[in-house]
């Protein structure tokens, strides 16, 4: 019934939604309680227009799915419009279920030799929380966001929200950027402790597809014993700028790392660690998560997790249909 609203007129996000998402699949799972009367595919495509449109709340969201009849249809709504609290109840629970679109997408993107993951790039950007931060030096200011903490960076100063930790792939060989996995955090957390959680996820993926990540790009915040030891262990090279204290000597691990970096071969991959920034750069300006649309530590993990789900989206949208990889911003409204 959905497919037959796909023609040449049709929007690329309706195209999308139908052709791509919709052959999806996920996992059952043993759900307690009553059943959904969405299911997990639909709600997940609702969230989709909520990025592409950029629309700032779930209130918007149901106004808008209950206006247009067309991407209401396209997420597979015929009936009924959820309401928003509805749609405020099932962001909280999607992140998992998220993750199994995710490394569907991720399978055909290495099969079709859209991306690689020989090297890949980790960093973290802030992002400020929605309405009002709290002040230290008056207590009696309510935040909006009671889950947001203040967090600084060199860049930006201090913010007062969350932090997304992503590890990236890299522009290598005609090859495209893509978010491989990432993680959500209050501001306050320092970037090392998130570095082996996001390369075990990133790992697992490519150990399935039977690749392997073999160098993993950083800043000087990842430049760590224990991050050295387990990327050693896992057969991969952590290239970072290795720190120097004049009063401490420098460990044979970390020595080895420092030889790598500053050879010939090392400065020319440390180089593509910038693409991990332009990624950010990008998602950032095209679905407009600084500040975010939504409040509470589940529901901005889970916003996230379909905001870089939404890239991917777009990239294989892109692939399949000739365009150009990266032209992101032209399918959202």
């Known amino acids: 019934m959905a497919t037959n609203i796909v023609t040449d007129n049709c929007s690329h996000l309706v195209k999308l939604l139908i052709s791509i998402v919709s052959h999806f699949h996920l996992r059952s799972r043993k759900l ?13 495509k609702t969230f989709i ?23 209401a249809q396209a997420c597979g709504l015929t009936d009924t419009i959820p309401s928003y609290r509805t749609l405020s109840r099932r962001l909280k629970t999607l992140d998992s279920v998220l993750w199994h679109f995710v490394y569907q997408v991720i399978v055909i993107l290495v099969k079709y030799h859209v991306v690689s993951l020989k090297v890949t790039a980790t960093d973290s950007s802030l992002l400020e929380a929605k309405g009002k931060p709290s002040q230290k030096y008056r207590p009696e200011i309510v935040p909006t966001d009671k889950d947001a903490r203040w967090g600084w960076s060199e860049s930006r100063d201090w913010v007062f929200g969350y932090k997304i930790h992503l590890i990236s792939t890299v522009l290598l060989n005609n090859q495209t950027l893509i978010p491989l996995s990432w993680e959500v955090t209050s501001a306050n957390c320092h970037d090392s402790k998130l570095l082996i959680p996001l ?22 915040g990842y430049d760590h014993n224990e991050n050295y030891l387990w990327c050693n262990n896992h057969k991969m090279r952590l290239v970072t700028p290795v720190r120097r204290f004049k009063k401490k000597a420098i460990s044979k691990i970390k020595l080895w790392a420092l030889r790598f970096v500053d050879s010939l071969k090392g400065k020319i991959l440390y ?8 990624l950010f750069g990008q998602i950032k300006d095209v679905f407009l998560i600084d500040p975010l649309p939504v409040v509470g530590f589940r529901n901005v993990s889970s916003y996230l997790s379909v905001v870089c789900l939404s890239y991917l989206l777009g990239v294989l949208y892109n692939h399949l249909n000739g365009r150009s990889l990266r032209a992101i911003k032209s399918l959202v409204a």
């Open 32 to 44: 307690l309680g009553r059943p959904y009367v969405y299911c997990e595919k639909t709600i997940t």
């Open 49 to 71: 227009v909520m990025v592409y449109f950029r629309l700032r709340s779930f209130r918007s969201l149901a106004r808008f799915l209950a206006e247009h009849y067309d991407f």
């Open 199 to 220: 390369l075990e996820k990133a790992s697992v993926s490519a150990l399935n597809l039977r690749r392997r990540i073999r160098f993993s790009l950083g800043d000087k």
């Open 271 to 278: 180089r593509r660690r910038a693409d991990n920034e332009r």
